[in-house]
C-alpha cells in the first residue's frame, strides 16, 4: 500500500512557474514508476509526464515538453514537477500517481496509486 501526498499548487500569473511535490509513505517509493496527471473541469484526466523508478528515465506528454520537467528523490519518498511558462490552459488539479509495472503507459487506469490533487490556477 502506498499513500501519496500532493503538495505545492496554488494561484500564480501567466509565465510563471510552480513546482509540485508528491510525498509517499512506505519503504517502497523506488519499487514503483511515479507520474503526473492533470484534470481540468469538465475534461477527462490527462497524462503529463512519468518517472521510471531509479530516476534515469522520464517521459512527457508532447505538448508539455519543455515547459515541465519531473524528478525524483528516492531518498525522502517524494516526486516533483517542475511547471514553468505556465498558461491559463494549465488550470487544473494535479495528481500524481504510482505504478508497479516497468512498461511506460499513460493510462490513468494503469496505476495502482493515486494522490488527492492538488489545485492549480493560472490566471490571464
Known amino acids: 500500500q502506498v499513500q501519496l501526498v500532493e503538495s505545492g499548487g496554488g494561484l500564480v500569473q501567466a509565465g510563471g512557474s510552480l513546482k509540485l511535490s508528491c510525498t509517499a509513505s512506505?519503504?517502497?517509493?523506488?519499487?514503483?514508476?511515479m507520474a503526473w496527471f492533470r484534470q481540468a473541469p469538465g475534461k477527462e484526466r490527462e497524462f503529463v509526464a512519468r518517472?521510471?523508478?531509479?530516476?534515469?528515465?522520464?517521459y512527457y506528454a508532447d505538448s508539455l515538453k519543455g515547459r515541465f520537467t519531473i524528478s525524483r528523490d528516492n531518498a525522502k519518498n517524494t516526486v516533483y514537477l517542475q511547471m514553468d511558462s505556465l498558461k491559463p490552459e494549465d488550470t487544473a488539479v494535479y495528481y500524481c500517481?504510482?505504478?508497479?509495472?516497468?512498461?511506460?503507459?499513460?493510462?490513468?487506469?494503469?496505476?495502482?496509486?493515486w494522490g488527492q490533487g492538488t489545485q492549480v490556477t493560472v490566471s490571464s
Open positions: 518517472i521510471s523508478r531509479t530516476g534515469t528515465g522520464t
Open positions: 512506505g519503504r517502497t517509493f523506488s519499487s514503483y514508476a
Open positions: 500517481a504510482a505504478d508497479p509495472n516497468r512498461l511506460i503507459t499513460t493510462m490513468p487506469n494503469k496505476y495502482n496509486y
